[in-house]
């Protein structure tokens, strides 16, 4: 069983920065790509970034791409996304998620990751 606890989430302004952490535990970190999902209010979730188990090929959708980077730290059992120039329309409940059957997928689907952390809540007012 994987177990996945997301942090970092919290109140900011238009143009301001967070980074969210998601540590992992219960199975080898660092044999599985980790990706990023958010969901908005009324609306569906949707795909932000992946980043393959060694770290290679960080991927984000076009939706975010130039503002948020994801990276991961397989010393410390954690991947993060670091967002900047926030907008309000970033505001969202954001989600890490597991894929340890190493598709090898860059452009991530719902059904591409197998183990979800809970959501951690972002904030952005104008």
């Known amino acids: 069983q994987v177990q996945l606890v997301e942090s970092g989430g919290g109140s900011v302004q238009a143009g301001g920065s967070l980074r969210l952490s998601c540590v992992v535990s219960?199975?080898?970190?660092?044999?599985?790509?980790m990706g990023w999902f958010r969901q908005a209010p009324g609306k569906g979730r949707e795909f932000l970034a992946s980043?393959?188990?060694?770290?290679?090929?960080?991927h984000s959708s076009d939706s975010v791409k130039g503002r948020f980077t994801i990276s991961r730290d397989n010393a410390k059992n954690t991947v993060y996304l670091q967002m900047n120039s926030l907008k309000p329309e970033d505001t969202a409940v954001y989600y890490c998620?597991?894929?340890?059957?190493?598709?090898?997928?860059?452009?991530?689907?719902?059904?591409?990751?197998?183990?979800w952390g809970q959501g951690t809540q972002v904030t952005v007012s104008s």
């Open positions: 219960g199975r080898t970190f660092n044999n599985y790509a």
């Open positions: 980043i393959m188990w060694n770290g290679i090929r960080p």
């Open positions: 998620a597991a894929d340890t059957k190493n598709t090898g997928i860059s452009q991530w689907t719902l059904s591409t990751p197998d183990y």
